[in-house]
Each structure stands twice: as structure tokens, then as C-alpha cells.
């Protein structure tokens, strides 16, 4: 059986500038990284494989440099690396990304049987949540999101019971493998790869499928299988605030604005 | 009343041959050890056993050392008594009286008899020390008794079989030998029979007690004996915190998880040891209570190496892990707790170097088993990913510079490359540091510039850590940069980035000229390059506390003290544990990085060994040493002292100062 983690390489955002003129992204230089929320997706792939054997597959759909986050992941244990690579892929949105995804999951399923898909809740460059919900409706897995434990796994009668993190709550679901399942951060502590492992996986395979490969409708992938566009990119303007003095360079001066406008507004007792 | 040589010959050769055997089987454990060169400068080696071996001076830097050095120089020259002693057993004609001219048997035999006597007196001094006041908790052991006593035994043997020989009359030479003759006078009341007895038993006390000592050592920590002064010559020429590189190659292994990953000479150190305690006082960790014990260690060593030395010759796997719980192993927290200060390795008599193993096992855990503090997690993907350990935007680093003209560095347009570090272009308090420093450099009219940007961190934290693999990484990347830039003087801030620039990247072929800020401003001055105004620091009274890896590790101890007295017209305060035996600011070793849940906290125990002497002012050279100061005065609520980097009070000098 297979465990599939899906991982999206992403700009590193704690460095991404927005170009002011263009409105756009400035990739120029900017150091790549797996999503953040998808280190513990396949965190908990890579434990699923510890403690049940399966084989741990990791995916991810991206340009060819993608490939550096799958030898990451083939460094950290996973059995195969497949990257979905193809330049009719480029400039997809949630949709379409999801169709490849969905896709390349089936092929392997002719392989093994795929039980479990795990997502990470959403990426930090796109925020929108959508790839891991729209694997499993494709593909008709159960769809469990937002996951921050798995409470049970029962193989005889395949079922999975995990809880969900929600907003001031916590819902414990049971449902019905295969499931895909997108997870926060609290769900695990990811491992750190050993160097034996890294020095394996640098040599390993990432094995690489395009379109001829997944075999689907030019028109639902890619650019023409995006129906979203992005209009414009901007930095909300502020509405309210302003910056006291130069921190930078004068934190005591600074420091002494902010002591006497919490003063005037009597919000600090002396 | 001579013994007879039918009894003794064969005892004595039988001792002779186990002690051998013992002594190979013991030594020859250290070949399952990795390969390490210690064998070259042979002149250099003879020196240092010379002056460390024979002459103690490192055994004389504790005041109870005096009284070593008076037991190791009888030993040596009693060994002379105690092999005509032997050999007189075997061939009874064999004695130096009869051999020897008068003019030189003479002295000898006046020698051995005043030394004996000392040796009596420093065995029994080191007994009562031992009980009284013993070096360290847990050093009054059966084991270390028994060998004194043992000693003190040999001594007293010798003086009543001597006394004997002289009362009965059969020592032509009791005139040269007092002590023994006093006593001779005091047995004098004795019929010649039981003077008799007394003399043979006497031999044979001696002779057993002798020979039961000898066979004793291979199996007792005083095994020292043999090794220490070998091991003296066998010591680390260069800095020993600069630990050997591993190569990265499939099939390899990496720092040490069995007893056979470390080198020989990593094993013949344990063999060295005879837990004297010196490291494990000097140690900040067990200082404060933490389950790292230097001394401790080296003992697990031994143990392990005993408990698993003869399966691995036989070609067998190691059974007992070298790190882990019990007897023979160190346990992990023991390993985390080492601030890398070098402060056992400066303690140690005869140069056992505990905390190169201590990395080594952090290496293991790091790169065989990814196994770490939780904490350390996001400092290596911080430091691979952005080569900063807070994981800011590497973008950000020229940041501090804010308004200020800060040229970068161009082979040819500037002189020095100014290498900030991630401290002193990140960390707000350090900031200002860099900025004083700034000042300083202009304010002399330096040539520097910065890489701004495009600086990395110089990775001494993974390194200590025990990342090896991403510090290997780091270290290419920039001394491929220093070299495409044609580097060649740099002038550091942090001593961190002092001490891998200058030591650990000499590994990687570079060789640059690195002037740490205290040294620089210290010619600078000296040059009258700077002027400034005489002035008090703030709040006055300043005292200085020395950074680990400044002082121990490199040996700059002065420059920042001139600098102060220059800069401020007094020497500064010290604190009792100052220079060599300074004591660690908790920061060191990656500590920094790692929560302190152990024991007292490392940099309270520090500040208020400062706080003592009520200073104004706790003057660093050192970001993590700023970090743990102030951190350390905050919990004590101090009232009006501060922490300073020398680079600080140099700036508010500057004459002209806006």
C-alpha cells in the first residue's frame, strides 16, 4: 500500500520582495523551500511507512528545479520521488494543479493501492487551501482537512479516526480509506535527514512524468485548465497606524514617542 | 639475611611477565581506534614532554601539584633503588655499592635515602588531603587509598630493611644514608635475631608490595603512570578546538556512536587519565549542576573501550554503545551540556582532550541519527537554508549599516574586510556593537569595507553542534567567496567567527589574516591612531570578563585589557576566574541556541562571580557573552550595571565624538 505526501516547492516568503512597479513578485535570487505545512504532510507519511510498512511516495508538480525538494524528500526516507513536470502544466491554478495531482495518484494506484494522501493544509505562497480538497474530490477519497491528529487506523475495516484543529474547537472525524488528509503544523515534529540518508538521495532517483505520461485533456491542465486569473498582485495599503521616530537607528527615541502617547491617552499607569 | 634467589627469581619473573602481558593487552586495546597522525614534529613533542611531563608545569598550576611533582621525581629516581633492588634479589652481588665507584654510589645511595623520605611525606600529606579536603565529590575512593598506602608502604619497607642491614652492621655505607641510620639507632636496642626478621621481612615487603603494585597499574587508574607522559608527547600541536573534518562519501561513517569510531589516541587519552578531577572543576557545565562530568566522561571511554576493546579485536561488533545510560557510556544530555569552552582541555595535566570527543559523539547523534534537542531543528534549517541562525532574510544582513556610509569590500579599494557576522548584523544590542565598531575603524582612518548581503555565516555553532555535513557546506561556500574576492585581512568582532575563520577554514586551504576587534583597537592605540578622551565609562569600575574562544581557545588575553586601561585610564577589575581559568558565559559550544533546563543557568552563576565586586560595567568582546550578561543581570534585577563590548567604551571615547 502507498502513502503519498503531495509537496509544493515554494519561494522562501520570508525573503519574497513585491516588485513595486510591476505589482509582482520578486523571484530573482529568492532561495526555494517545501512548503512549510508539507514538511509535516510528509512527516506523517514517512511515520505511516515506519509503523505499517507502506511505501512512501512523494509528490510534487513543478518546473524541473522542483526537483531539489524531492531529493529533500527521498533524503528524509521516502521510497519514490516522482516529479510532475511539464511545460503544459505551467501556470496552473488550484484546479488544474489538482487534476495533476489527482492524475499522477492514479497511475500509481495501478502500481499499489494508494491508502492514504496527505496534503499540507495549504501552501504560504498561495494560501488558498483548495489542491488537497480538490485531489480528493477527483479521485474520490475521503476528505479530511485541517488534521492534527490521527486518533486510529483500522486496516480490516479500513477506517481512519482523526481530529481535526478548528477554529476554538476540535471535531474528531471518522471516515471510510482512501482518505486524503491535509494537515497543520501540530501534527508532528519533522525529522532532519541524516547524512548517510543525504548523500543516498543525492545519487537517487526522482522519477519525472509529463503529460504523455498522466495522458490528460490538454484543456484541463496548465494555463487553459486554469479558470482563475490573477489580476493584479498588490500590498494592502495602510488604513490606520504610523511608524514613531526611526527605530532603527534611534529605539530610545522611539521608545520615549510610544511612553508619551500611552501617557496622553492614559493607558499606562506610572 | 639476603633472600633467596630460588624463591624470589621466579617471582619475580613471573610478575615481570604479567605486567607485560597486562600492559600489552591493555595499550594494544587503542589499535581498534581510527588512524590519527601524531607522530610528526618530533622535536616539538619532545619538547612539550619535557616541559609537561617531567617538568609539571601544567601539574604545578594547582597549588596541591607541588606535592606531585615531589612524588613523580622520587618515583623517577627511586625507580633507580628499585631496580638494583630487584635485580640484588636475583643476582645478590648485583648492587650498586659493589659495582659502582664510591664517589658515585655514594650520593646515590644519600639520595635515595632524603628522597624516600619525601616521597613518605607527600604520600601521607596526599592521604590526609585526600580525606580532609578530597579534589573533588567522590574522590575518596578505595582505589585511590589503597595505591597511596601502597607508596607509603614501599617507603616505609625500604627504611626498616635498611635500618636492619645498618643495626646489624652489613651496610658498609650507612654513613651516607642518615635517615635510614636514625632509625638503625632506635632498632639498636633489638637482639641481632629479630633484627633479623625484621630485615627479611622488610625485604619482603617491599618486594611484594612492589611487585603487587606493578601488576596493579595496568588494571587501576594509575595506569597514568605508563601513559600520562606519552600521552604528553602525543598532545595536540596546533588548537585542539579545531576538530579534524570528516570526509562525505557513501559507506562512511560519521563522528563517533561506538568506541571504535574514535582515534587511538581519542583511547590511549583514557588510559591517561587518572581522574585527578581538575576538568571537572574547571567545567561551567558540572559547575552548575548539569549531568556533564569531563572527568566522567574519559572514565566512560576507558570503561567502554575495556568492556567492548577485546570483541572488536577479535573482529566482533562493539555490545556496549558509547553513548547512552550506565557505566561506560555518556549519556546524551551530558553531551548537550558542553559549551565547548576548553576549559578541561586547559585544565588537564597531560593534555586529554575531552571535548573534541564530546563533538565527536555530537556528530554521531547529529548526522547518524538526527537525533538533537528539538530546539537545534530549526537553527540547522535556518543556517543551511539562510545562513543565519534566527532564519531572517539574508537580504536584510547589510541592514545595519541604516544611514551610515559603509563602503563594500574590494580587493584593491579596501584594505580590511570588516566580516560583521550574523550577531552584529542581526541581533539589535550587537548592532550597536557593529556600529561602534564602524566609528572606531574610520575614526583611525582603516581601509574596510563589507560583503554586506552577500555574507554568510561562518557556521561555528552547526560545527560544535556537530553538523559537520551543513558546516562543510558553509565553509566551502565562503572560503570560495574570500578567495574569488581576493580576501586576505579581516578584521572580526565576534570571536565565534574569529576563531573558525582563522582556524577551521586553514583546513580548507585558506590562510587569511584575521585581527580580532580587541587586537586591532589595541595597535590602533598603540599606534596613536585613535585619540581619545581619558573618560570614565559609564558608571565606572569596569570589570572584564573573558570570552572563551578569544581567550582559551586563541590565547588573547592582554589586548583587551590594555585597551581598557588605555581607553579609560584603569586597568580593569578581575574576577577571580579570569584568563586561562575563566569561566564560560553559557553561550558557547551552540548553547546558545538550546534551552537551558538543567541545573543552575551558566550565566547567572557567571554574573554573580562579576556582581561581586559591585562594577559599573561588565565589559564583553563577544555577541553571545553581550547576550548572556545582560540576560544574566536582568534576573538579578542589578540596579545600574551594564555590559559593554569593548568596542562600546573604545567609541564613547572617540574625540569628536557626535
Redesign the interface.
Known sequence: MYVVACIKQVP?T??V?IDPVTNTLVRDGI?F?INPYDTHALEESLRMKGRYGFKAAALSMGPPNAEAALRKALALGVDEAILLSDRAFGGADTLSTSNVLAAAISKLAQDDEVGIVFCGKQTIDGDTAQVGPGIAIRLGFSQLTLVDRIEHLDFLSKKIRVRRKLEGRYEIVEAKLPAMITVVRELN????????M???AA?GEVRVWDNSELKLDPNSIGLKGSPTWVSRIFSPERSKGEMLGDG??D?KGTARLLVERLLARDMLAV | MQPDPVIFTPLLAAACTIFLWSCYRRFSLVTVGAAEDRFSNTWDRLQAMFVYAFLQKRVVKRPFGVNHVFIFWSFLILAVANTEFLISGVFPAAKLSLLLPAALYQPLLFAFDLVSLFALAAVVIALVRRAVAPPYKGARTGEAFAILSMIGTLMLAYFSFHAAEIALGHEPAAHVMPLSSLLAAALSSLSPETLGTVGVASWWLHAGVLLFFLNYLPYSKHMHILAAIPNCYFKGLGTPNTQAREEFAEGNVYGAGSIENFTWKDLFDSFSCTECGRCENACPAAATGKPLNPRLVMHDIKVNLLANGAQLQRGGVATVPVIGEGEGSVEVDALWSCTTCGACLNACPVFIEQMPKINKMRRHLVQMEADFPEELLNLFENMEQRSNPWGIAPGDRGKWVGGHEVKPFEAGQTEYLFYVGCAGSFDSRAKQVTLSMARILDAAGISWGILGKEEKCCGDSVRRLGNEYVFDKMARENVAMFQEKKVTKVITQCPHCFSTLKNDYRQYGLELEVIPHAELIEQLLGEGKLQLDMHEATGGNIVFHDSCYLGRHNGVYEAPRKVIAQATGTAPAEMPRNRENSFCCGAGGGRMWLEEHLGERINLNRVNEALAGSPGTICVTCPYCMTMMEDGLKDRASGQTKVKDIAEIVAEGLKGRA
Open positions: 522562501d520570508t525573503q520582495q532561495p523551500i515534529r519533522p525529522r532532519y535527514p541524516t547524512v548517510p543525504r548523500l543516498k545519487k532603527l537607528n529605539p
